[in-house]
């Protein structure tokens, strides 16, 4: 039998959820690194500078934005793909919030020791 009470309820701070979703993209193989983008989360969470997250939240839905910088030589589909994959399935596991999309941004690629190209 469970203590729970159906009114009882479970907060995520808003770091916690970028944190998720930042790590599940940088263990991407092909991923270099985050691009920086200002924004961070929606009205429903604080707002600030995350790089290369945004994350809009409405009714347990979450909308998540990344801006990417990927290494040379990878194919830049899959590796997008990879990266949808993986933070929906980090998000939805870790924190039990429905995905409604993953957008991909690829901002540049890392062509010499970490160091990106010009766009």
Do not use: C
Request: avoid cysteine.
């Amino acid at each position: 039998m469970s203590d729970l009470n159906p009114l009882d309820k479970t907060t995520i701070a808003p770091d916690v959820l970028v944190t998720i979703v930042r790590l599940s993209a940088l263990g991407v193989p092909g991923v270099s690194r985050m691009a920086g983008v200002t924004g961070g989360v929606n009205r429903l969470f604080r707002r600030g500078v995350h790089d290369g997250v945004r994350i809009e939240v409405e009714d347990n839905l979450v909308v998540i934005d990344l801006h990417l910088i990927l290494k040379k030589e990878v194919n830049i589909r899959d590796v997008s793909r990879d990266v949808q994959e993986q933070v929906a399935r980090a998000v939805q596991e870790t924190v039990g919030m429905d995905v409604g999309a993953v957008d991909v941004h690829v901002e540049n690629i890392d062509f010499e020791d970490g160091e990106a190209g010009l766009a």
